[in-house]
């Protein structure tokens, strides 16, 4: 599945606009849905969630941080999908990516706690692996939600399909480019976490042999001030970069970076999305960023969940297929998919109660 090119450029306003339906009370999702955990046999589902859980089962759930609009956004998703379903939510976050250790013991605060359910999005898949197996083993269910656990048994799990993210953008930076010749510098996100080596080999992939020569790798933790360091000190190794591709932080940072450096001939590209991701694209200053739904990675991660639980049937991998948003769909995008409402703050308790 990472391996190779499954979808078309997703640049129509059909692969933006139309992924969900909701409304107060009900949604759907079109997703990538791995029949049997089989990467091979991928197929496009409607996904509809149940419509109350059975029991106010208690769920816990793990992030990397909270400190941007990404993680509010799965958030915001998880918390409105637990009021909906009516199940009590327990909410830890690390502190960022160099917080390994602490994730770890906030998987035995929630195995301690006595949850029926683990949602989590890890650090590192191998860091958290023995913890992931040890409760599997206890009989708690176990759902990876945005960032990915590929090899350690889990009940599910619901991620971008970040191979394809990475490909698309270069796709589309090379269709933007034409004829154009360019030189490249790629800021994935943090050596470890898995997804943004996906990323990384999408990008790479795609500028292989064209007319987008890759510079350099370089990878560091998912913040706006981490990655304007690196843009900064690449600003000044590779003088001929004109194309910054990365995380929206590092596009968020590049937006500053390259102006106090007085290049306008550079183009930034973001491989998924925050608030200011979609300010940037409407005014130009990014390219475009591909869109990966976290408010409804959210919501399907706790109804994975409660399916789990219930003993109904469920997927075990789906993968959200990116949309490419630019200046000149966004503002046909439905921006409830993605973004949690102007002004959300963190939820870290949902009580039934």
């Known amino acids: 599945m990472y391996g190779s090119s499954l979808l078309a450029i997703a640049i129509s306003l059909s692969a933006v606009a139309g992924a969900a339906a909701q409304t107060a009370d009900a949604w759907t999702f079109?997703?990538?849905?791995?029949?049997?955990?089989?990467l091979n046999a991928v197929s496009e589902i409607e996904y509809a969630p149940l419509e109350k859980a059975e029991k106010a089962w208690n769920l816990c759930v793990l992030y990397p941080h909270i400190q941007d609009g990404y993680w509010v956004s799965v958030n915001y998703g998880m918390v409105e999908e637990a009021k909906r379903l009516g199940v009590n939510l327990t909410i830890y976050q690390a502190g960022g990516y160099t917080s390994l250790p602490k994730q770890i013991s906030q998987y035995d605060d929630c195995v301690a706690s006595g949850a029926d359910a683990i949602l989590i999005s890890p650090i590192s898949e191998a860091g958290v692996a023995a913890k992931i197996t040890e409760g599997m083993n206890k009989g708690?269910?176990?759902?990876?939600?945005?960032?990915?656990?590929?090899?350690?048994?889990?009940?599910?799990?619901?991620?971008?399909?970040?191979?394809?993210?990475g490909y698309q953008t270069g796709e589309y930076a090379k269709k933007t480019l034409g004829d154009k010749q360019a030189k490249a510098v790629g800021f994935p996100g943090p050596q470890g976490s898995g997804w943004a080596e996906t990323y990384m080999s999408g990008f790479r992939d795609s500028v292989k042999?064209?007319?987008?020569?890759?510079?350099a790798e370089q990878f560091g933790e998912a913040s706006v001030p981490a990655q304007l360091r690196l843009v900064e000190d690449a600003l000044q190794t590779y003088p001929e970069m004109n194309v910054i591709w990365g995380g929206a932080p590092t596009a968020e940072a590049a937006i500053g970076a390259v102006e106090d450096a007085g290049r306008d001939d550079v183009m930034i590209?973001?491989?998924?999305?925050?608030?200011?991701?979609?300010?940037?694209v409407s005014t130009g200053e990014v390219l475009a960023f591909a869109t990966e739904y976290p408010v409804m990675m959210?919501?399907?991660?706790?109804?994975?969940?409660?399916r789990a639980l219930e003993k109904k049937p469920h997927e075990k991998v789906l993968l959200v297929s990116p949309g490419i948003v630019t200046k000149d769909n966004i503002e046909t995008l439905d921006k409830t998919q993605i973004f949690a409402p102007?002004?959300?703050?963190?939820?870290?308790?949902?009580?039934t109660e």
């Open 140 to 165: 708690i269910v176990n759902v990876a939600v945005a960032n990915p656990i590929l090899e350690t048994p889990i009940t599910a799990r619901v991620t971008p399909d970040f191979y394809q993210k």
């Open 209 to 215: 042999d064209s007319n987008i020569q890759l510079l």
């Open 30 to 38: 079109k997703i990538q849905s791995a029949k049997d955990g089989d």
């Open 269 to 280: 590209v973001s491989s998924y999305e925050n608030q200011t991701m979609l300010d940037s």
């Open 298 to 306: 959210g919501r399907i991660g706790v109804d994975l969940a409660v």
């Open 342 to 351: 102007a002004g959300t703050r963190p939820v870290f308790s949902v009580s």
